[in-house]
């Protein structure tokens, strides 16, 4: 079976609505949608697959919403895989299944995406130290398939133990815990 009829089996359904923007209030927002019987929301972890890449790449949805030409889009906060930024870590050695949360200001940070890319949900437990961060149980540090307790700036290609309260342009206090990060604006 091709590509393409996979792809018209696969059932999609908008869930909650957020609000409408773009210079004429054309751009329709959403919280939620169902894609393929999974039910998505603002801040879950996804993986995406590109067609030339071994591993999916992982990240945080901050943003869905449908255009005019009812194109689907995401924007992707993006997580880094310790191979993904070995150069930075020096000789320090992590867990495979730590990861990084993008932070800082440039390229690498996020980016849009169709939504038809997202391969589906993965757990990601923050397991940072901050006092924002309730702490997960052994059951839920069990069930994650990765974790996160530190950041990579990409301006400054730096890696931190803070998390910040503004990451990808969005204003307010993160706080951090079991799944995903809930960001108030």
């Not at 169902?34 to 697959?49: I, P, Q």
């Not at 949805?61 to 993904?84: A, G």
């Not at 990765?146 to 400054?156: A, C, E, I, L, Y």
């Amino acid at each position: 079976m091709g590509e393409a009829d996979q792809s018209e089996k696969l059932e999609f359904k908008w869930c909650k609505k957020r609000g409408v923007g773009g210079k004429n209030k054309e751009v329709q927002f959403y919280e939620s949608f169902n894609f393929d019987g999974v039910e998505y929301t603002l801040y879950d972890s996804v993986y995406l697959y590109k067609e030339s890449e071994p591993e999916p790449f992982i990240g945080k949805l901050i943003k869905i919403w449908e255009n005019p030409d009812k194109s689907k889009r995401v924007k992707v906060l993006w997580f880094f895989r310790p191979c993904e930024i070995q150069n930075y870590l020096g000789a320090e050695r992590v867990p495979e299944n730590e990861l990084f949360l993008a932070s800082g200001e440039g390229k690498g940070l996020a980016n849009v995406n169709p939504l038809e890319a997202i391969a589906g949900k993965c757990n990601v437990i923050c397991i940072s130290k901050d006092e924002r961060n309730s702490q997960p149980s052994d059951e839920e540090l069990h069930m994650a398939e990765f974790v996160f307790s530190r950041t990579f700036d990409v301006g400054q290609l730096k890696i931190s133990d803070e998390i910040n309260d503004r990451i990808a342009g969005i204003e307010g206090i993160i706080y951090l815990s079991f799944f995903f990060i809930y960001i108030y604006i």
